[in-house]
């Protein structure tokens, strides 16, 4: 896998709401830091029960958050 982190404008954000969000969710990552290479890594598990994320239900959505967030040095998180 892959994750990459990038500079996202606000006019991605809104770019971005254009695409439907909902996925369902079968298995969870755990995190753990790599102290003596400053790193981390994942361990896929699977989950308790599978469920559906529907980010599209969420009233506030991400072309949204530049009102109410400072954005100007945020990043987006994709992991492909």
Do not use: C
Request: charge should be negative; proline fraction near 4%; hydrophobic fraction near 45%.
């Amino acid at each position: 896998m892959t994750i990459d982190v990038e500079g996202v404008s606000d006019a991605a954000l809104v770019a971005y709401r254009r695409i439907p969000v909902a996925f369902e969710v079968r298995a969870v990552f755990d995190v753990a830091a790599v102290h003596r290479q400053n790193g981390f890594t994942f361990s896929e598990r699977p989950g308790a029960k599978s469920y559906v994320q529907g980010y599209d239900a969420i009233a506030e959505i991400a072309a949204q958050w530049p009102g109410r967030f400072d954005t100007a040095l945020g990043s987006h998180t994709r992991a492909h």
